[in-house]
C-alpha cells in the first residue's frame, strides 16, 4: 500500500523535485554547470532550454525508486516493531522507534541506492532535452548498464554512506510521527492506538517530515553531489570540505525550500492514503472472521 500510493504521488511531484536537485548542486564549482538564482528562474531556464522533457528528466527512477523504497520501508519497519514489541504490553518508547525507522533505513537503503544513483544522473543531464549527443544516457536501465560497465558496482553505491547517514531522517520522521500520535491521543484522553481523522494524520504527517527535513537536510546536499556525475570527489569529507570552503553554511541548505513544499504534501498524503487503506483492510479481515 505504502509503496503504490507513494510512485502515484511522486508522478504528481517530479518537476518540484528535479528543481530542488539542480538546487542542490549549483555553485559547487563547476563551470559548466547553470546557474540559477532561485526556483523560478531554475523552472524557466530548464522550460526554455530542454522544453517539457527537460522538466521530466528522471522521472522514471523516481517514480520507481519512491515507489519500492517507501514499500520496503514500511515493510522492515513493520516487521522489526512487531519483532521487539513480542510479549509486551506496552507501546514501544520513542528510542525504539528510532532505532526501528533507522535500521529499516539502512536495509531498503542497501536495495534502492542503484536507483537513486541513475535519478541524479539523469536529472543532472544538462542541455541534453536541446542537443541528443550531449545526453550521457538514454534512459534509467541506460544508466544503469553504463555505470556499471564503467564504475563497477562501486559507481551504483555512490553516496551510500552519507545515504546510511541520512537513514536518520526516517528514523526522526517516523519516531516523531508515532510520537505526535501518542501524545495527541493521549491529550484528547484516548487509547494509543485510537485511529485519528483525516485532517489529523496530515498534520501529524507534516509536522514530523517538516522536522525531519530541517534537521538532516545536509546529507541530502553532500550525497547529491557525491553522486553528479561532472564533478569528482575524494569522498564525504571531500564534498564537506569543499562545499564549506565555497559556499559556507547556506552550502548545505541549497533548494530545501522546494524540497519542503515537494516533500510536505506527498508525504501528508502518503501517510492518509496509508493509514486509511490499511484501516479499511483490516476490518474487513476481521469481519470475515
Not at 104 to 130: E, H
Not at 180 to 189: G, H, I, S, V
Not at 247 to 274: D, L, M, Q, W
Amino acid at each position: 500500500i505504502w509503496g503504490l500510493s507513494k510512485l502515484l504521488i511522486e508522478m504528481c511531484c517530479q518537476r518540484p523535485h528535479m528543481y530542488h536537485l539542480k538546487y542542490e548542486v549549483k555553485f559547487d564549482g563547476l563551470e559548466l554547470r547553470p546557474k540559477y538564482n532561485g526556483i523560478l528562474h531554475c523552472m524557466t531556464t530548464v522550460w526554455k532550454h530542454e522544453g517539457l522533457r527537460g522538466l521530466y528528466q528522471g522521472v522514471t527512477p523516481n517514480m520507481l525508486g519512491a515507489g519500492a523504497s517507501w514499500g520496503l520501508y514500511f515493510f522492515f519497519y513493520n516487521a522489526i516493531k512487531a519483532y521487539k514489541k513480542e510479549g509486551k504490553l506496552e507501546s514501544l518508547s520513542a528510542t525504539e522507534h528510532l532505532v526501528s525507522a533507522a535500521e529499516a533505513g539502512a536495509m531498503t537503503l542497501s536495495i534502492t541506492n542503484p536507483i537513486w544513483v541513475t535519478k541524479t544522473r539523469l536529472v543532472l543531464q544538462y542541455n541534453a532535452g536541446v542537443d541528443p549527443s550531449k545526453r550521457q544516457y538514454r534512459g534509467m536501465f541506460d544508466a544503469l548498464i553504463k555505470i556499471y560497465k564503467t564504475e563497477g558496482i562501486r559507481g551504483l553505491y555512490k553516496g551510500f554512506v552519507p545515504g546510511l547517514f541520512g537513514t536518520s531522517h526516517g528514523a526522526l520522521q517516523f519516531m516523531a510521527y508515532e510520537e505526535l500520535k501518542l501524545r495527541y491521543n493521549k491529550y484528547r484522553n484516548r487509547a494509543s492506538d485510537t485511529k485519528l481523522n483525516t485532517v489529523e494524520y496530515i498534520t501529524m504527517a507534516a509536522v514530523s517530515k517538516i522536522f525531519a527535513v530541517s534537521a538532516t537536510y545536509p546529507y541530502q546536499v553532500v550525497r547529491a553531489r557525491l553522486q553528479d556525475q561532472h564533478n569528482t570527489y575524494s569522498g564525504v569529507f571531500d564534498v564537506i570540505r569543499r562545499t564549506w570552503r565555497k559556499e559556507g553554511i547556506h552550502g548545505f541548505y541549497k533548494g530545501i525550500i522546494p524540497n519542503v513544499i515537494r516533500v510536505t504534501p506527498a508525504c501528508s498524503i502518503t501517510f492518509v492514503v496509508y493509514e486509511n487503506v490499511s484501516g479499511f483492510l483490516l476490518g474487513f479481515r476481521k469481519e470475515n472472521n
